[in-house]
């Protein structure tokens, strides 16, 4: 679903699944709270919960495929300087625009320094890299001893596949071809990636409120159909802790050290 982006129509042929090009195409719907990205809002908040206030002044918080930007607004006011490192540049042009220190740059091969962060944010990031080892590896690296990992990310299952994918990408919800199932991560292998890195990651399964869910589906649903779009967002969901991990889950771990 690319909708609202001229930019699309004037591509010859579609895109591979998981092609970066998509978020250039999708510029405009990153800050549409009802748009293409609504959820990546959601669990941005729900990243942001996990992320204490700062405990030291000049505390660096380094968000691995920043986006543009949209975990800023949930740390405002909690102490840390953002870095942003992502590979689509039309993506951070608006970070920055939000407070964001642009870093272009590639999840596997981050240009900064060893232990520099406080805190090293994963977020919606790891099923979208073909080697998600290495992502992790860049993480655990720039970790300070004591300092903070956070992320989300899709599991590796039959269920999260047909979820994320071949229901999610056939409503007006989630873009065609934005993920590659392909490079889904299993939770366990990602536990034990980090520990092999020195973060001890605990993991949980979450997932968005039903009742807000619906409406937001609801309200995509209309603007599809030609209606006007509401100019508030509606009833926003809420991501809540769940038993299984088996689609999406979150996990936060301390560096030892």
Same mark, same amino acid.
């Given at each position: 679903?690319?909708?609202?982006?001229?930019?699309?129509?004037?591509?010859?042929?579609?895109?591979?699944?998981?092609?970066?090009?998509?978020?250039?195409?999708?510029?405009?719907?990153?800050?549409?709270?009802?748009?293409?990205?609504?959820?990546?809002?959601?669990?941005?908040?729900?990243?942001?919960?996990?992320?204490?206030?700062?405990?030291?002044?000049?505390?660096?918080?380094?968000?691995?495929?920043?986006?543009?930007?949209?975990?800023?607004?949930?740390?405002?006011?909690?102490?840390?300087?953002?870095?942003?490192?992502?590979?689509?540049?039309?993506?951070?042009?608006?970070?920055?625009?939000?407070?964001?220190?642009?870093?272009?740059?590639?999840? @596997?091969?981050?240009?900064? #320094?060893?232990?520099?962060?406080?805190? *090293?944010?994963? $977020? %919606?990031? =790891?099923?979208? &890299? !073909?080697?998600?080892?290495?992502?992790?590896?860049?993480?655990?690296?720039?970790?300070?001893?004591?300092?903070?990992?956070?992320?989300? @990310?899709?599991?590796?299952? #039959?269920?999260?596949?047909?979820?994320? *994918?071949?229901? $999610? %990408?056939? =409503?007006?919800? &989630? !873009?065609?071809?934005?993920?590659?199932?392909?490079?889904?991560?299993?939770?366990?292998?990602?536990?034990?990636?980090?520990?092999?890195?020195?973060?001890?990651?605990?993991?949980?399964?979450?997932?968005?409120?039903?009742?807000?869910?619906?409406?937001?589906?609801?309200?995509?649903?209309?603007?599809?159909?030609?209606?006007?779009?509401?100019?508030?967002?509606?009833?926003?969901?809420?991501?809540?802790?769940?038993?299984?991990?088996?689609?999406?889950?979150?996990?936060?771990?301390?560096?030892?050290?």
């Amino acid at each position: 679903m690319r909708d609202g982006s001229s930019r699309v129509s004037d591509r010859p042929r579609p895109l591979p699944p998981n092609d970066p090009r998509q978020y250039d195409d999708l510029a405009d719907e990153w800050w549409r709270p009802d748009g293409a990205f609504a959820m990546l809002h959601w669990l941005a908040r729900a990243r942001a919960a996990l992320v204490p206030p700062a405990a030291r002044p000049d505390a660096l918080l380094v968000d691995l495929g920043c986006g543009a930007g949209l975990l800023a607004p949930h740390l405002a006011g909690k102490g840390y300087r953002h870095v942003g490192v992502d590979l689509t540049r039309s993506a951070l042009a608006q970070a920055a625009r939000h407070g964001v220190t642009p870093v272009n740059g590639d999840a @596997t091969a981050v240009p900064l #320094a060893d232990g520099c962060a406080d805190v *090293v944010a994963a $977020g %919606e990031l =790891l099923e979208h &890299v !073909p080697d998600w080892r290495r992502a992790v590896a860049e993480a655990c690296r720039l970790l300070r001893p004591g300092g903070l990992l956070v992320l989300d @990310t899709l599991n590796d299952t #039959a269920l999260s596949r047909l979820i994320a *994918v071949e229901i $999610g %990408e056939r =409503l007006p919800t &989630v !873009p065609r071809g934005i993920h590659d199932p392909r490079l889904f991560v299993d939770h366990r292998e990602l536990v034990a990636e980090c520990a092999r890195h020195g973060v001890d990651l605990r993991v949980r399964g979450v997932r968005p409120g039903l009742p807000g869910t619906l409406a937001w589906l609801l309200r995509r649903i209309r603007s599809r159909g030609g209606r006007p779009q509401p100019t508030t967002v509606g009833r926003v969901p809420r991501i809540r802790p769940t038993w299984s991990t088996s689609v999406l889950y979150q996990g936060w771990g301390v560096r030892r050290g």
